[in-house]
């Protein structure tokens, strides 16, 4: 079977795991100043998080907004339209997700999803399709010219990569709610989904909405290239907003007194248990050292 990579797939490189985190923690820390130069000037910031099934945009969404405000930085991820959504103009359920003055939004999936899986699955009309490429630019064009900053990222990975991370996900326990019906229709119709994505770039690709295409196949390397990137797009600055510099004393106390314990309902404490637990095998399991070894039988002798 071929693999097929959508665009140019820059070759997996194994980035060793101290400079990964040194340079994660380089850009978090650049992107703590980019919320504090958000919330200080009333910017808005959208983000759209677009591209291939397991393609790592969740990811890069978790390492973005780890240490970031929940109040400043939020995601919006919406689920299937209502009936009532679904009589709506299209792009209206997503203006109530727009940020307000000081806030950064994180599009987990976008009115993009029109011209991708409701365009290969057949969820919406010729018709419907061929408006959304008509209005969107348009739509996009009146949100940057009110003063949002607004970027557009597709991630894109390989087939077989694609298809690695699926048998991932059905092994792991804890990710296996991500394998969707759609996922599964996604590895059938591959090619229909490069097609629905080629149209839909050459429609909505605009000098005031560009998309950018992240390389992904290295989740690792897909990660800081995205957020070094858009850093990188963004007007801001180190605002020094007269933060706290030390912490003062605490007061020795005076008539304050305790409760007794007995009048609080506490968690049981499970972990002293567990670690004995963990202590007890791994003395169990360890191998006893050569100098050990030769004690034992100079004593035997």
């Known amino acids: ?38 919330k200080t000037t009333g910017a808005r910031v959208v983000v759209i998080f677009e591209g291939r099934d397991a393609a790592g945009k969740g990811g890069v969404i978790k390492r973005i907004t780890q240490y970031l405000s929940p109040r400043v930085a939020r995601i919006a991820a919406l689920p299937a339209p209502t009936e009532r959504e679904k009589g709506q103009w299209y792009f209206q359920r997503y203006v109530q997700h727009l940020p307000t003055a000081g ?6 999936r976008s009115w993009y999803n029109r011209a991708g899986v409701e365009k290969v699955m057949g969820f919406s009309t010729e018709e419907e399709i061929a408006r959304f490429m008509h ?8 949100l940057v010219d009110d003063g949002i900053l607004l970027r557009k990222y597709w991630f894109s990975v390989s087939d077989d990569e694609q298809y690695a ?16 019906p759609m996922d599964l229709e996604s590895i059938t119709r591959w090619e229909d989904y490069s097609r629905a994505k080629d149209e839909m770039m050459a429609e909505t690709d605009t000098q005031w909405a560009p998309w950018y295409v992240v390389a992904a196949d290295t989740k690792k390397a897909a990660r800081l290239n995205m957020i070094s990137h ?20 605490r007061p020795k106390a005076r008539t304050y007194k305790r409760p ?7 968690v049981p404490d499970i972990t002293s248990a567990l670690v004995d637990q963990y202590k007890g ?21």
């Open 1 to 38: 079977m071929a693999s097929y990579a959508e665009d140019i797939v820059i070759p997996k490189v194994k980035i060793p795991n101290k400079l990964y985190e040194a340079e994660l923690y380089r850009l978090q820390v650049e992107l703590a100043k980019l919320q504090r130069w958000v």
């Open 230 to 249: 858009l850093l990188s797009t963004l007007p801001y600055e180190d605002i020094n907003v007269g933060g706290v510099n030390s912490l003062p004393q």
């Open 281 to 301: 095998k791994k003395d169990g399991l360890r191998p006893e050292s050569s100098k050990k070894k030769k004690m034992k039988k100079k004593k035997g002798k």
């Open 165 to 180: 991370r699926f048998e991932s996900r059905l092994k792991d326990p804890l990710r296996q709610w991500k394998l969707s």
């Open 135 to 142: 209005q969107c630019p348009t739509f996009e064009k009146m």
């Open 260 to 266: 007794d314990v007995d009048t609080n309902k506490y």
């Open 103 to 108: 806030e950064i939004v994180l599009f987990d």
